[in-house]
């Protein structure tokens, strides 16, 4: 519907009356129909796109109201959020990056044994990026297990992110021992986890503004979901300008925070990786740009299957909103062979903050399905092992039509897991220079062999 002067008139009185009731004062989040010319025309207003929702076909963007102006004269079809339940704020029960520090610690000083605490590197601002290892014998690096890594909070508005990572810890470490399932998984896996990613970004949620996303760089923000490299300002996916919600930095890793994940990833090389982020209840996928598939088509099948379990939709970013560059799981995917997704927790409904006693919880059980399918999967179809005559990589051919699945990069500690779908493929083991070793063929099933 089109909203009439008169009633804009009134919400916006309504606004400013109830303005003490949330930091950004001058927002507000409009809700439009989900068609292509409004996806359109948010993108080429380089506009605050928040959230998406296919099932009820809505979408929605936090504006000025210099830019509702322009939206009006665009003849843009929208109708306002009422902001007071979903612009309030976050409840107090959500972490502070001081909360999550002492969060972790407590749960490392309850179990010392299968837990090990690791600060990957320092925000702009000097803050400790923290994470944990959840592993038995967590002290020792074991190459014959593989690394999953789970990350909350890219963005610092969404804070439901570290509250499913927090689940994440409590279910394994609470459960080993006690739960067949979670102390198998501690103890055949090395499960890392990053609750709170910009804790700069946090801070300033909960002192100035709740609706800040990026990290604080400069007072405007750099958003870290844009700096990395690998598909960094490719295709129109982010934004040059400083002021915007999605702007990708001077250059592809500029960031402290991105270089220390950088950092941290290229130490543990995860077989996958979860990014956890809200609000849109979908699974996404790379790559982030038009019309790029992800080589191996076991990527797009986990992401699917998750989708299912959670009830989300799943795609890449382009398929499901327009292109994204310089995120996380292209660079994961492209540098280091991770299988990783973003996971967007929550509906329009709950948007960014939602009460913590009517949905911390609700939100937390409905995603376990999706990581505990990660950690199921990582022992599902595909081939394992630790490389013996230092070969550095495995050429992976599918034995039917010949195609090249996969170059697959044999880790520094020896080790290789590859995750593939079932059906038959050649093998073939490289040094590093170019051989002559022999190919080897294999029937993957749905077990994970160990060669
Ligand atoms: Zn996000």
Redesign the pocket.
Known sequence: MKLQGLLKTALLSTLVLSGSLFASEDKFLVRFDLTDSVKALLKKSDLDVTGINYNENIIEALVSEDELGKLQSNKANFHYMLPKTLLRGPDEEYKTPQEIEEYLKDVHSRFPEITKLKVIGQSLEGRDIWAMKISDNAEIEEASEPAILFNGM??AR?VMGPEVIIDIIDTLTQGYNTNDQSTNWVNNNEIWVIPMFNVDGNQKVWDADSMW?KNTRGGYGVDI?RNYPGSWNTCNGSSSRQGAQDYRGPSAASEPETQAMMQFVSEITPVFDISY??YSELVLYPYGCRPLKAEQDVISVIGKEMGTMLKYKAGTPWELLYNADGGDIDWMYMEHQVIPYVI?VNSTSQGFQPSYSKWRQVTVERNRPAWMHILNRVEGSGFKGVAKNGEKSIVITAAKTKAIIQNYKIKKDGSYVVILTPGEYEIKFQGETPTTMSSKKITVSSKMIQL
């Open positions: 890219h963005h969404e996303r979901n982020h809200s967007e």
